[in-house]
């Protein structure tokens, strides 16, 4: 009898052993939830993520705020977390789709939330064994980041310093409400203005921006120029104050000649006037007085009648009008001879120029 119930428990021992090398339990996650099961069948997409914080098995997935999955497992790849999902074989998905680590609420689950970019269009469709890479996984900020956030605001901020700024500035615009109002109509003005010009303002600082690239292209000509020119700065300190004396002198030279004008300007004045009818004669003179300079200084022939003297003799071509109208109007006329010789009470005629009249009655 003894034999027999060893026998038995030494079956059920090996039973045991046998049931136990065939399965395993992973706890409370590895078994599926109820709301969680799919029924239509399901493909496996892989999402590698940064950061799984609080993220596990069972975990819901979903797509537009709709379950699609259901997590089945969390592991590590290569240092990166890798999440195993499976999806409703009746939802598509697109193969750009993207994977965010979400929360329903503060102190709620997470889950695993899949979009499609908004800035491309879906391109092909995630099948079954297909990978979500690292580039395309993000996660919301995690409940801690928000508390410390907070915290961080509230306590130690500068909360504190607004409303010390908010003080200030409520006592210094009480009852100036429309002084304040005008300074905002004119800094729109000058705002308006500013966009006005806001094609000039952008010229300008384009040329500015040339300008400094010009000075820096010719920065090691400037350095040059800033060396060289130190030795005449450094004779210009040497002599500052012979400088400073100059300007001095100089100073006290025009106070005198302040003084000297100031004394004689009545006579100073009355020279001017006197001056004038010399200028006015001058100028009257108009193009004659240019013409006689040229025998002025070598009379009596003029500086024109060096080229026609050639050695010991002078080259000479004479044109002479000798007609009687020539001879009237130019020679006899230029004469002052009413001047020089009046006519007596009993001479009827000019003797000089009796000759070149008509003769009068017959005579």
């Not at 005629?349 to 009068?360: E, G, K």
Request: some cysteine; charged content about 20%; hydrophobic content about 40%.
């Amino acid at each position: 009898m003894n034999r027999i119930r060893r026998a038995s428990a030494l079956t059920a021992a090996l039973l045991v052993c046998g049931l136990a090398a065939g399965c395993r339990m992973d706890g409370p996650n590895s078994i599926p939830l109820p709301n969680n099961a799919i029924h239509h069948g399901s493909y496996t997409v892989h999402v590698q993520l940064r950061d799984a914080q609080n993220l596990v098995g069972n975990s819901v997935v979903k797509a537009d705020n709709v379950t699609v999955g259901v997590l089945r497992k969390i592991e590590v790849r290569n240092y990166i977390a890798v999440a195993t999902v499976d999806i409703d074989t009746t939802v598509a998905l697109p193969k750009n789709t993207t994977a965010q680590l979400a929360q329903t609420s503060v102190l709620g689950a997470q889950y695993l939330e899949l979009t499609t970019p908004k800035n491309a269009p879906p391109a092909g469709r995630l099948r079954d064994g297909d990978t979500i890479a690292l580039s395309a996984s993000s996660e919301y900020p995690a409940t801690e980041e928000v508390l410390s956030a907070l915290s961080l605001l509230l306590n130690g901020s500068g909360l504190q310093q607004v409303r010390t700024i908010m003080s200030e500035l409520n006592q210094a615009v009480g009852g100036r409400e429309d002084v304040v109002n005008s300074a905002i109509g004119r800094i729109q003005t000058f705002v308006d203005g500013l966009d006005t010009q806001r094609a000039n303002i952008v010229r300008a600082i384009d040329s500015l921006g040339t300008l400094s690239q010009s000075l820096a292209d010719q920065n090691a000509a400037l350095g040059k120029g800033i060396e060289q020119i130190q030795p005449a700065v450094k004779i210009l300190d040497d002599q500052r104050q012979q400088l400073t004396t100059m300007l001095d002198s100089v100073g006290r030279f025009g106070a005198q000649a302040a003084q000297v004008l100031r004394s004689s300007k009545d006579s100073l004045a009355a020279d001017l006037a006197s001056l004038q009818p010399v200028l006015h004669q001058l100028a009257a003179s108009g193009k004659d007085l240019p013409e006689s300079l040229l025998i002025a200084l070598s009379v009596p022939f003029p500086v024109t009648a060096v080229d026609g003297i050639r050695g010991d003799y002078l080259n000479l071509f004479l044109t002479l009008d000798l007609s009687a109208d020539a001879i009237k109007n130019k020679v006899i006329g230029s004469i002052p001879f009413p001047d020089m010789l009046p006519s007596g009470p009993d001479q009827a005629v000019d003797p000089l120029t009796a000759p070149t009249q008509p003769a009068r009655g017959g005579r």
